[in-house]
T-cell receptor, first 109, second 118 residues
């Protein structure tokens, strides 16, 4: 079967760093995506990893290890507006995205 | 970047009526569009994959006669919720792939439609 696991909820402090982990087991692999979703809104694209290693984009970085079926999203210098759900998704060979349940990130002052 | 619009953004209807939701790719031609449903505090659930000019592919457990999908052009897909009931109240989101991306699987999402069935 296909499975994507990520923590249900995390709490962090404004200005700090937080790492959201995602592990996956899929029948095919065509890239791993991270999306951000604020309550009541559609997801917005954050990052894409298809090769092993770290991709950095401003305050956000994403890491992938294909051999371990593992990725993480690293958020630095947290701001209150970063409070949202973060969705991990794996692209399969049919151009569909297999979605994790999402991690709700709560930022406290 | 690729832009996807969705209309209406919010709809309230009576039980038993049908509701049509439109999804448009504004600056690219989308051969494949996806329809998702999301209940409160839950993740996205793929309902169906819509391919231009052919029948949609529905996920297991999704009634194709209740959720009618039409992808008549490369820029428009519609989802019609027929004989809507209160349990169909949900957030419906469409997304599309931009074929210019090649093997990159990124999906561009519409803003979503909040359906409330009374």
């Amino acid at each position: 079967g296909q499975n994507i696991d990520q923590p249900t909820e995390m709490t962090a402090t404004e200005g700090a760093i937080v790492q959201i982990n995602c592990t996956y087991q899929t029948s095919g692999f065509n890239g791993l995506f991270w999306y951000q979703q604020h309550a009541g809104e559609a997801p917005t694209f954050l990052s894409y990893n298809v090769l092993d290693g770290l991709e950095e984009k401003g305050r956000f970085s994403s890491f992938l290890s294909r051999s371990k079926g593992y990725s993480y999203l690293l958020l630095k210098e947290l701001q209150m507006k970063d409070s949202a759900s973060y969705l991990c998704a794996v692209g399969d060979s049919n151009y569909q995205l297999i979605w994790g349940a999402g991690t709700k990130l709560i930022i406290k002052p | 970047g690729a832009v996807v619009s969705q209309h209406p953004s919010r709809v309230i209807c009576k039980s038993g009526t049908s509701v049509k939701i439109e999804c448009r790719s504004l600056d690219f031609q989308a051969t494949t569009m996806f329809w998702y449903r999301q209940f409160p505090k839950q993740s996205l659930m793929l309902m169906a994959t819509s391919n231009e000019g052919s029948k949609a592919t529905y996920e297991q457990g999704v009634e194709k006669d209740k959720f009618l999908i039409n992808h008549a052009s490369l820029t428009l897909s519609t989802l019609t919720v027929t004989s809507a009931h209160p349990e169909d109240s949900s957030f419906y989101i469409c997304s599309a792939r931009d074929p210019r991306q090649g093997d990159h699987n990124e999906q561009f999402f519409g803003p979503g439609t909040r359906l409330t069935v009374l």
